[in-house]
């Protein structure tokens, strides 16, 4: 009967410092993401591209042009240089851009990344359900005007959609990351 009061009190300890852990490591996630989004200054590297899923981007699909394990809707960039870094009150970024254009595209095909430089306009930061962040704001490259959203996640995971003045939706999922003030 001793072992069987003593398996049991060994048992209730281990799970409850297991859940006390897991519940450690949460508030630390939280709290990390809480200073990251008040300091201003992070940076984010994304994994996968979704573009938005139009008749062209089927067509492509069906080309055979994209590498394995990627889809009209669904595209690794793991391997390639991106980023999108808030400093303050400014931007930088270099996200590739994967989808249908609306308007003209400049000579040479310079103008084919979505790369924003300068300052956010119109900058908010909201807490959302399940202590994530939805930030927003407006940024423009040499000849377009963008909005993104950005939704970050206690886990330091992020999403990012981006609306162009000329050129269909296209979200990113990556994570990010602090920066140092400089």
Same mark, same amino acid.
């Given at each position: 009967?001793?072992a069987f009061?003593l398996?049991?009190?060994?048992?209730?300890?281990?799970?409850t410092?297991?859940?006390s852990?897991?519940n450690n490591t949460k508030?630390?996630?939280i709290?990390?993401?809480n200073?990251l989004v008040?300091?201003k200054?992070?940076?984010?590297?994304?994994?996968?591209a979704?573009?938005? /899923?139009t008749?062209?981007?089927?067509?492509v699909l069906?080309?055979g042009? /994209?590498?394995p394990g990627?889809?009209?809707?669904?595209?690794?960039l793991i391997g390639n240089s991106?980023? /999108?870094?808030?400093?303050g009150?400014s931007i930088?970024?270099?996200l590739?851009y994967?989808?249908?254009?609306?308007?003209h595209?400049?000579?040479?095909g310079?103008?084919?990344?979505?790369?924003?430089?300068g300052? /956010?306009?119109?900058?908010t930061t909201k807490?959302g359900?399940?202590n994530?962040?939805?930030?927003?704001f407006?940024?423009?490259?040499?000849?377009?005007?963008?909005?993104?959203?950005?939704t970050?996640?206690?886990?330091l995971?992020?999403l990012?959609q981006?609306?162009?003045?000329g050129r269909f939706?296209?979200s990113y999922t990556?994570h990010?990351?602090?920066?140092?003030?400089e």
């Amino acid at each position: 009967m001793k072992a069987f009061y003593l398996y049991t009190i060994v048992f209730f300890l281990l799970f409850t410092s297991c859940k006390s852990l897991k519940n450690n490591t949460k508030d630390t996630q939280i709290r990390a993401l809480n200073a990251l989004v008040e300091s201003k200054y992070y940076t984010i590297e994304s994994n996968w591209a979704n573009p938005q /899923l139009t008749n062209a981007m089927q067509q492509v699909l069906n080309s055979g042009i /994209l590498q394995p394990g990627n889809s009209a809707n669904a595209i690794s960039l793991i391997g390639n240089s991106n980023f /999108l870094t808030i400093s303050g009150d400014s931007i930088s970024s270099h996200l590739p851009y994967f989808g249908e254009r609306q308007m003209h595209v400049d000579y040479g095909g310079g103008d084919s990344a979505i790369q924003l430089e300068g300052v /956010l306009e119109d900058y908010t930061t909201k807490k959302g359900k399940h202590n994530r962040y939805n930030i927003s704001f407006d940024a423009k490259s040499k000849s377009e005007y963008f909005t993104v959203n950005i939704t970050l996640f206690p886990n330091l995971t992020s999403l990012i959609q981006i609306t162009g003045s000329g050129r269909f939706p296209i979200s990113y999922t990556g994570h990010v990351k602090s920066l140092k003030k400089e």
